[in-house]
């Protein structure tokens, strides 16, 4: 049986995480009717370390210094290990940046949330949208009963993350083109000295560099300090280069696990931080940083935020500033025409979402990102690719990793 919800809203907005909730509470703040479908039992439901830069539209979301209140500030160093742990680069980005705990970070955005009114609804996973005449104008969703429900707006944001809810109803290759396998983990009683070890540690591993493994993807595992001794650890695998590597088998979860655990144990300088501490999570998901949807108005009544739009910032860092200057650009656009009671989804109007959006500077800085990632990856994982030609380059990749930074 299928429930229709008889309140009409401005905004339905699928996931909870903060490309969600920041265009929850900037529509709400508008004045507008809003709420938030999320399929897990609270906002932003996996456990994660995090960490952004402290940027205005920050304190404008969450609060005058917040960010501060609850992080560790870093001093902007990022740590460039080659493969083998042969030789290292160190960068420094010149803004503030902190490290803080993913549950508070999270609290925040929905305590706001409730301040302005926004309808939040848990255990609600979105199945597909509602059309009619050519327009997006609701989803489908099924609560914690197992009853299907419709909800209707006048506008549809998809900020479900890498899953793409509906932009994969509506033909975006997340699978193909968009997500990177990615494994996430966070410990306890890690092995590291926070005023020693303060900084992002980033290590290249090539194609051919693991015996056990000699055909897995190029891949940097990471070391993402929180404080005291709990630090989130992962590996990224690089992915945008691979279909024009004939070296290279796409590798199952159970494959990509074994290398984790042997990279855990013995990759030089990467594993040192294991020693005597607790997982506390372990997982693989994917982080949706091979390159940027081709259309964020994949079909009108619809668009696509953040993470699910590949909004992020490509070289692995935190996307969180890029998707929510993203959500807060789209329904501040989106709400003028709301609020002036004109045809929101018209194609002149699409056609002028698109064109300013591809003028602000955030989507210039991504889009930016991306064509120097791509030329970054190719020279290193593609042409040069192998451990003993990445040592051999280091020189140059320093000048390069510099020029990212």
Not at 82 to 108: A, K, M, V
Not at 264 to 271: I, T
Request: proline share 5%; aromatic share 12%.
């Amino acid at each position: 049986m299928t429930n229709k919800n008889s309140t009409n809203y401005d905004f339905v907005i699928v996931g909870a995480g903060p490309a969600g909730l920041t265009a929850s509470i900037v529509a709400a703040r508008e004045g507008l009717k809003v709420i938030v479908l999320e399929k897990g039992e609270q906002a932003g439901p996996k456990p994660r370390g995090e960490g952004m830069g402290y940027y205005s539209i920050v304190d404008e979301i969450l609060g005058d210094n917040y960010l501060p209140s609850i992080g560790l500030k870093s001093n902007g160093g990022r740590v460039w290990h080659s493969p083998g742990d042969l030789q290292i680069t160190t960068t420094y980005r010149d803004y503030p940046h902190y490290f803080f705990e993913w549950r508070t970070f999270i609290d925040r955005f929905v305590e706001k949330a409730n301040e302005v009114g926004v309808e939040i609804l848990l255990k609600s996973e979105v199945i597909e949208p509602i059309e009619s005449e050519n327009l997006c104008v609701g989803v489908r969703y099924s609560d914690n009963l197992g009853n299907i429900n419709e909800i209707y707006g006048r506008a549809i944001l998809d900020c479900s993350g890498y899953s793409g809810v509906i932009g994969r109803h509506y033909g975006v290759p997340y699978d193909e083109e968009i997500n990177c396998p990615i494994v996430k983990c966070l410990i306890s009683e890690a092995n590291i000295d926070i005023n020693e070890t303060p900084d992002l540690n980033f290590f290249f591993i090539g194609n051919g560099d693991l015996e056990y493994a000699p055909n897995f993807p190029p891949c940097v595992a990471y070391i993402f300090p929180l404080e005291h001794k709990r630090v989130e650890v992962g590996l990224m695998l690089r992915m945008a280069q691979v279909p024009q590597m004939k070296t290279v088998s796409i590798p199952t979860n159970d494959e990509i696990l074994l290398v984790w655990e042997n990279l855990k144990k013995n990759y030089s300088g990467f594993s040192e931080f294991f020693k005597g501490a607790k997982i506390d999570y372990e997982e693989v998901t994917f982080l949706p940083n091979a390159r940027m949807v081709d259309n964020f108005v994949p079909h009108p009544g619809v668009v696509l935020i953040g993470d699910s739009a590949g909004f992020v910032n490509p070289f692995g860092s935190s996307g969180l500033y890029y998707s929510m200057e993203m959500a807060k650009f789209w329904v501040k656009n989106i709400a003028m025409k709301i609020k002036d009671d004109k045809s929101v989804w018209n194609s002149e109007n699409i056609y002028h979402y698109r064109n300013s959006f591809e003028e602000f500077q955030v989507y210039k800085d991504v889009k930016g990102l991306y064509n120097l990632i791509g030329a970054f990856e190719y020279k290193i994982f593609n042409r040069l690719r192998t451990s003993e030609k990445i040592n051999k380059k280091w020189e140059y990749i320093s000048s390069l990793l510099q020029q990212a930074s």
